[in-house]
């Protein structure tokens, strides 16, 4: 079945360092990627998507790109605030279930 | 702008216990989901719901039943909680089916003692 693989569960950095999360995926077809991010106490929100290869998602400040070839979806930010700290979440739209699959989420921490 | 709200906000129950979780959302969206998130395993799909009165089963709802009475609201009831369990459910809507774009509220947190 379609799955999301995040290799990182934490990062931790310190104030203007710069950020990557890998995501990479594993489905057939041309499945929507997408970045969640959680606060503390709250529920995931959408952070921004993609649907072709190539095509660059962003918000906030932070962009990824849908690469078909390596089958990823990095989530990449220049440079990162305190206020950034969260977990984020790479999620796949499954072809033919309605469903989006969730990676096991990143835990970003950053230190002033 | 609309919200997700989830009730109760924390949940400890028993052993056995038959337990009931409640959402409301005021989006007016088609289509609701109920999530379970545990530490290091991410979000998990348990039920979710196309329209009003419509339930289709994710990859974990065994042991769930879910209810989809209203366009509103969507319940979720643990059958028979599980000692020592420990999770957030996350509950969840979009606008239709086909919208990956989910809102989310902020969760109900169960302890089985």
């Known amino acids: 079945g379609d799955s999301v693989t995040q290799t990182e569960g934490q990062v931790a950095l310190s104030e203007e360092d710069f950020l990557t999360i890998h995501c990479n995926y594993s489905a057939s077809g041309y499945p929507a990627l997408f970045w969640y991010v959680q606060y503390p106490g709250e529920g995931p929100q959408f952070l921004f998507r993609a649907s072709r290869d190539k095509e660059k998602g962003s918000s906030r400040g932070f962009e990824a790109t849908y690469d078909k070839g390596t089958t990823s979806f990095h989530l990449r930010k220049a440079s990162v605030q305190e206020s950034d700290s969260a977990v984020y979440y790479c999620?796949?739209?499954?072809?033919?279930?309605?469903?989006?699959?969730f990676g096991s989420g990143t835990q970003l921490t950053v230190m002033p | 702008g609309g919200i997700i709200t989830q009730t109760p906000k924390f949940l400890i129950g028993q052993e056995g216990q038959k337990l009931t979780l409640k959402c409301q959302q005021n989006f007016n969206h088609d289509t609701m989901y109920w999530y379970r998130q545990d530490s290091g395993k991410g979000l998990r799909l348990i039920y979710y719901s196309i329209t009003e009165n419509d339930l289709q089963k994710g990859d974990l709802s065994e042991g769930y039943d879910a209810s989809r009475e209203k366009k509103s609201s969507f319940s979720l009831t643990v059958t028979s909680a599980q000692k020592n369990e420990m999770a957030v459910f996350l509950c969840?809507?979009?606008?239709?089916?086909?919208?990956?774009?989910?809102?989310f509220g902020h969760g109900t947190k169960l302890s089985v003692l």
């Open positions: 999620a796949l739209g499954s072809s033919g279930s309605w469903q989006l699959i």
């Open positions: 969840a809507s979009s606008m239709d089916v086909s919208n990956e774009r989910l809102f």
